[in-house]
């Protein structure tokens, strides 16, 4: 079954890097285009970021472009976000999500359990 | 940026009675529009995508329609497990991928 397990979240500083990962299995995760999405009370549900199947393409939301950034390791089906100048207003929790059929076209169809990440003083 | 609009933030329905939610987009996105449902304390579950397929494990009793800007997701006869807040997301013209900001179902 398709499981996708995230890892890296806490609390960090205003200011500060992190770096979210996550595990996939049950699937072929070369295959598939990769999208982190986040969750606060604020601002409900919102994408965050967008790589393509062999990492080639990535697209950014433009709250985090330029300070985040989105990459995946297909040997070890790994997907990544590194969050760096980090803000208050980027608590959430983050969804690491499959693109349905694997295509930039398509909904959402599997999401991890999430990871919390806050950024306070 | 394509804005989805869900209404009413709140429903209030009987087990058993049948609920209508509703989505609006700024701009049409055709059919590419999903709805997903949300338990307290668990991720979003896909429900319906193309705007009318269910999704894998989906009961009949979910149904979506609609096309262009005006979408809706009904639940036939609801049960215990639908309540729940249920989001539209649109994956038309991208980025960014939106989401509606939710309907909460809640029991009657």
């Known amino acids: 079954q398709v499981q996708l397990v995230e890892s890296g979240g806490g609390v960090v500083q205003p200011g500060r890097s992190l770096r979210l990962s996550c595990a996939a299995s049950g699937f072929i995760f070369s295959s598939y285009a990769m999208h982190w999405v986040r969750q606060s009370p604020d601002k409900g549900l919102e994408w965050v970021a967008l790589?393509?199947?062999?990492?080639?393409?990535?697209y950014y939301a433009e709250s985090v472009r330029g300070r985040f950034t989105i990459s995946r390791d297909n040997s070890n089906n790994t997907l990544y976000l590194q969050m760096n100048s980090l803000r208050p207003e980027d608590t959430a929790i983050f969804y690491c999500?499959?693109?349905?059929?694997?295509?930039?076209?398509?909904?959402?169809?599997?999401w991890g359990q999430g990871i919390l990440v806050t950024v306070s003083a | 940026e394509i804005v989805l609009t869900q209404s009413p933030a709140t429903l209030s329905v009987s087990p058993g009675e049948r609920a209508t939610l509703s989505c609006r987009a700024s701009q049409s996105v055709s059919t590419n529009l999903a709805w997903y449902k949300q338990k307290p304390g668990q991720a979003p579950r896909l429900l319906i995508y193309g705007a009318s397929t269910r999704a894998t494990g989906i009961p009949a009793r979910f149904s979506g329609g609609g096309s262009g800007t005006e979408f809706t997701l009904t639940i036939s006869s609801l049960q215990s497990e639908d309540f729940a807040v249920y989001y539209c997301q649109h994956y038309n013209n991208w980025p960014p991928y939106t989401f509606g900001q939710g309907t909460k179902l809640e029991i009657k």
């Open positions: 790589i393509s199947f062999n990492g080639d393409n990535k």
């Open positions: 999500v499959r693109t349905f059929g694997g295509t930039y076209f398509s909904a959402f169809d599997y």
